[in-house]
């Protein structure tokens, strides 16, 4: 005969190991999709073209978290001197070399 904590105890872990694979399960899913959709392995991400500029990609950040609903503003910032990025600048001005 379970006490009430040990079947509460029980209950919480059988739901939990039960949450944990569905959630992996919709993660492995959607990574599968995604590769898919990406044509490979080899281009996961989407491109940036030469022409992008800052504010583009202001505009892109915003629109896929939805930050306009919620007053954020995105700062895009010189990784060396810190200061800020023109939003007319060119995003391939900033590139950084991989080493």
């Given at each position: 005969m379970l006490?009430q904590t040990q079947a509460?105890?029980?209950l919480?872990?059988t739901h939990?190991?039960?949450?944990e694979?569905?959630?992996?399960n919709?993660?492995?899913?959607?990574?599968?999709?995604?590769l898919a959709r990406?044509r490979?392995a080899g281009?996961?991400?989407?491109?940036?073209?030469?022409d992008?500029t800052v504010?583009g990609?202001?505009?892109?950040?915003?629109?896929?978290?939805?930050?306009d609903?919620?007053?954020?503003?995105?700062?895009?910032v010189?990784?060396?001197?810190?200061?800020?990025?023109p939003s007319?600048?060119?995003?391939s001005?900033?590139?950084?070399e991989?080493?």
């Amino acid at each position: 005969m379970l006490t009430q904590t040990q079947a509460v105890k029980r209950l919480h872990r059988t739901h939990r190991r039960s949450i944990e694979k569905l959630l992996k399960n919709a993660y492995q899913e959607g990574y599968d999709a995604g590769l898919a959709r990406a044509r490979g392995a080899g281009r996961r991400g989407r491109t940036i073209r030469a022409d992008a500029t800052v504010e583009g990609l202001v505009r892109l950040i915003d629109r896929h978290f939805g930050l306009d609903r919620y007053a954020f503003e995105v700062r895009v910032v010189h990784g060396g001197s810190g200061r800020r990025v023109p939003s007319r600048d060119l995003l391939s001005r900033y590139r950084i070399e991989p080493d």
